[in-house]
Every structure is written in C-alpha cells, then in structure tokens.
C-alpha cells in the first residue's frame, strides 16, 4: 500500500473555528457517524473494523463516516494518526481534533460515537466501544429514520379516551 501523501484528503485539521463546517457542511441532508478515537485506546482498536464495514456497506445509502482522532488532544498527533490510517486501512475521512472540539461535543470518553441525523441535530451516540452489534444497531436507526424525529403522539378521541380509562377516573380539563 503506498504511503498517504503529506498532505491528504482523508487527515484534515479540525480547529475548533471550522469543525462546525468540516462536519456540518459535509453531511447536509445526509445522516453522519462521528466517532472520536486516538491511536492509543484499544478499545477503539477494536470498534474502527466495524465502522469501516458499516461505511462500506452504507456510503451508497447517504451515510458519512468520520473519525475524529483525538491525538492532538492526548498523543503524539499526526505523527502517530498517518500510520495508524494506513495501519487500519481507514478510508473515510479522518479529523484531527482539539480540546474544544471534544468539549463542545461533550465527549468524555474514548471512544464516544456520535449519531446526526440529516437535519443537523444529534440523535444518539454510544459512550465507550458499547455492546457486540450497538454500532450497527445505530446506524441502522439512523438510517431508518434520519432526522431522528419521533411521530407526534396521536390526539385520542374522547371514545379512545374512556377506552384507555379503565378506572373510570375524571380528569380536570
């Protein structure tokens, strides 16, 4: 595999001044997977083969992958996130993140991924590397639902109100 070049598509600095467009701006109208890692956290070792095949499986369908390495934070920064992408074989695009870029997204812990539906808004996220399959299962929700709206509750008629009554209690209007 050829090494990434010094300056590459896939590593982008995220500085707090630009992340709102570095991830906004890329995903309008589309649901996004943000996950926030660093080379030094197993447990995010583990969780990054799963979200490469769900950006494999999905991209066709709309969704955005990104991964926020968390390096610059704590680590060795680039230095170390160039040889762990190719280490990894990551092919969705990959952040570089600083200290307010985690706390504006209230991450704290390693690794956290973060769910935005279409419109924008975070719909979900799971804290640490979560249960077999809690990626998967999110995405799919995601997918299925990309706004993360929920219906409104339907108005019950007064008929559907005695209906679910069973104590026969008067309510005070």
């Known amino acids: ?5 010094k300056k590459s598509p896939w590593i982008v600095d995220a500085l707090q ?3 709102q467009q570095d991830v906004v701006e890329r995903s309008r ?8 890692w660093a080379t030094w956290c197993a447990p995010c070792r583990h969780q990054i083969p799963e979200l490469k095949k769900l950006y494999t499986k999905y991209k ?8 926020v390495a968390c390096d610059t934070v704590q680590g060795d920064g680039v230095r170390s996130v160039r040889p762990f992408v190719r ?13 307010p870029v985690l706390d504006d997204f209230g991450i704290e812990a390693l690794p956290t991924t973060v769910f935005v539906g279409s419109n924008g808004t975070i719909v979900g996220r799971v804290m640490g590397a979560g249960a077999a399959g809690e990626l998967t299962q999110s995405v799919d929700a995601l997918l299925a639902n990309p706004t993360g709206k929920t ?7 007064p008929e559907e109100e005695k209906k679910d009554n069973l ?7």
Do not use: H, Q, W
Request: glycine share 4%; proline share 10%; hydrophobic share 40%.
């Open 167 to 173: 104590y026969n209690i008067d309510y005070v209007r």
């Open 29 to 36: 109208e589309l649901p996004v997977v943000i996950d926030f």
């Open 1 to 5: 595999m050829p090494d990434l070049p």
């Open 60 to 67: 066709s369908r709309g969704l955005v992958v990104l991964g």
């Open 17 to 19: 001044e630009t992340f």
């Open 151 to 157: 219906r409104p509750e339907k108005k019950l008629t």
């Open 87 to 99: 280490e990894f074989n990551i092919s969705y695009p990959i952040l570089l993140a600083e200290t």
